[in-house]
């Protein structure tokens, strides 16, 4: 069973486009995040919501709205979709107290032609 | 603000063989996690190992040790008998720690090393 997972594993889309990439987890924890992989691979924290609230909003431009229906999903609208949101972006779920891991789902490459 | 910084951007080492990766870090907490994570070429992150900054004791995870030195804000990765499958990008990461034993959530975390294995 997987734990993460996101979809669509790859999106290519053109500039001016309005995209969704979905996430679920499966392991009964209270917080996820969105986090972003640049073409260095560095990656840095987007957003993340605890039990359906936003806890963290990082300088993110108001294009991305994470929408969170329950504790088991996190969702990343992007709006007008820019060639520089071209990256991987990564849900990651955990438990918040006591620091545990954080699962990270398989990523979903973003290409923005 | 805190910052994580890894000074090697690529390493190779034999299989068989021992590689350290370094990890240091700037903070003015005094609690607080540190993690490596693996990234290998499928892209998945996974949790090589773990540290709470309270305990002294170095965490271990089989073949993968760290030397934390909390004095120094030093958190290196020793990795004994380098194996072909541990060809990936490294990742040293930090997580602040909140109030009721809690976090503060989210991983701040270094550029990544490369590391290759060769056979």
Avoid at chain 2, 13 to 36: G, H, I, M, P, R
Avoid at chain 2, 67 to 93: E, H, P, R, V, W
Wanted: charged share 20%.
């Amino acid at each position: 069973d997987t734990a993460v997972s996101q979809t669509p594993k790859y999106l290519v889309t053109q500039m001016g486009n309005d995209k969704s990439i979905k996430c679920e987890q499966n392991l009964g924890h209270d917080t996820m995040y969105w986090y972003k992989q640049d073409s260095k691979k560095f990656l840095k924290i987007m957003f993340s919501y605890n039990n359906k609230e936003l806890i963290i909003n990082e300088t993110v431009p108001n294009r991305f709205s994470p929408k969170s229906p329950d504790k088991a999903h996190l969702n990343l609208h992007i709006n007008s979709l820019e060639l520089g949101d071209s990256a991987v972006y990564f849900c990651a779920s955990s438990r918040l107290l006591l620091g545990y891991e954080q699962y990270f789902g398989p990523g979903t490459r973003l290409t923005v032609t | 603000a805190q910052t994580v910084t890894q000074s090697q951007p690529e390493m190779s080492v034999q299989e068989a063989e021992t590689v350290t990766l370094s990890c240091t870090y700037d903070t003015s907490e005094n609690n607080y996690y540190l993690f490596w994570y693996k990234q290998p070429p499928s892209r998945q992150m996974i949790l090589v190992i773990r540290q709470e900054a309270y305990k002294q004791q170095n965490a271990t995870e089989n073949r993968f040790s760290v030397n934390f030195q909390k004095a120094a804000k030093s958190f290196s990765l020793k990795i004994s008998d380098s194996q072909l499958g541990d060809t990936a990008m490294y990742f040293c990461a930090f997580m602040k720690h909140g109030n009721y034993g809690g976090s503060q959530g989210n991983l701040i975390f270094g550029k990544g090393t490369k590391l290759s294995v060769k056979p």
